[in-house]
């Protein structure tokens, strides 16, 4: 059964860092790009970032970009989100997913090639 389990969500102050975690099982992790999505009350689910199976290439939305590190330990099965200089508007659920698309040298963006979706953690930031 594939699994997604997100954690390291929470409440943080303005310019406060969080790291996210997502372990994975049910399925070869290794030979997965994976991502993070997230989700703001009243708004369309986006983009954050994504890594390829071998940590190659990372891709980040522009909103994130300079704040935000993505990376994945094939060996434990789990995929990380560094999050630093948080802003209110980061406030949103976070979702990890994995993608059997892009390849060595590029990763997907598009929320269609994720198949594999975990419930999501809170992260909420305040001013």
């Known amino acids: 059964q594939v699994q997604l389990v997100e954690s390291g969500g929470g409440l943080v102050q303005a310019g406060g860092s969080l790291r996210l975690a997502c372990a994975a099982s049910?399925?070869?992790?290794?030979?997965?790009?994976m991502a993070w999505f997230r989700q703001a009350p009243g708004k369309e689910r986006e983009f954050v970032a994504a890594?390829?199976?071998?940590?190659?290439?990372?891709n980040y939305a522009d909103s994130v970009k300079g704040r935000f590190t993505i990376s994945r330990d094939n060996a434990k099965n789990t995929l990380y989100l560094e999050m630093n200089s948080l802003k209110p508007e980061d406030t949103a659920v976070y979702y990890c997913?994995?993608?059997?698309?892009?390849?060595?040298?590029?990763?997907?963006?598009?929320?269609?090639?994720?198949?594999?979706w975990g419930q999501g953690t809170q992260v909420t930031v305040s001013s």
């Open positions: 049910g399925f070869y992790f290794s030979d997965y790009a």
């Open positions: 890594l390829t199976w071998s940590s190659d290439v990372a």
């Open positions: 997913a994995a993608s059997r698309s892009g390849g060595r040298y590029s990763v997907p963006r598009a929320e269609s090639l994720y198949v594999n």
